[in-house]
C-alpha cells in the first residue's frame, strides 16, 4: 500500500486458487448457457507491454441473449496499459500504481455468444510489466457470468468452467 514501509520480497505465495461449492439443481431450463474463457500465457520483459489474449466460448444448450461479462485482476507486477486506449468493450475498473496491488478489467462479451459448434468470441487486454518484476510465471484470476440484469434470461448453472488463472511470464530482466 502507498505510504507503507511493509515490503514483501516474493509475492507469489500470496495468492491461491479459489473453488465454487453448490448443490444439485433441477436440470437446467431450456434457456440456460454454458460459459467458459481460455487465454494464452503472455509474456513480458520488465517495464514492457503486450497484448492478453482471451477466448470466450459457450458449451450451449442455446447462444447468450444478453452481454455477458469477464472480470479479471492482474497477476503482481502487471498493470493494464491503457497508454495507447483501451478497447470499447474492455474497462479498467480498478487502479493502482503499487506493484503489489492487483488492478481489475472488465470485458463486455456481447449478446449472441453461440453454442460449442461456433467460433469463440475474442479479445485482447492490454497489459505492462512494471520494472523489477521476478522472473518467472505469475497468475491471477478471471470469471465469466452471464448477464448481470435481473431480467437477463441467461443462466448458467455450472460455473466451474467459469473462472480459472490467467497467466503471466516476466522474462529475465
Known sequence: MSG???TDPDLTRNTGKFALAQSSRPTPPDGSVSLYFRSQELALPPGGRGELPVHFGNAGPRATQRDSYFTMTTPFHVNVDTSHG???????????SD?????????TVPAGLGTHDRPEWSTHIPLTAVAGAPNRSVVSMGMIVPG???????????????????G??????
Open 168 to 173: 503471466i511470464i516476466h522474462l529475465p530482466r
Open 99 to 107: 506493484p503489489s496491488v492487483p488492478e481489475v478489467v472488465r470485458v
Open 86 to 96: 483501451l478497447p470499447s468493450h474492455v474497462e479498467h475498473l480498478y487502479k493502482n
Open 4 to 6: 507503507s514501509s511493509d
Open 148 to 166: 448481470l440484469s435481473a431480467d437477463c434470461p441467461d443462466t448458467d448453472p455450472d460455473p466451474s468452467s467459469n473462472h480459472h488463472a490467467v
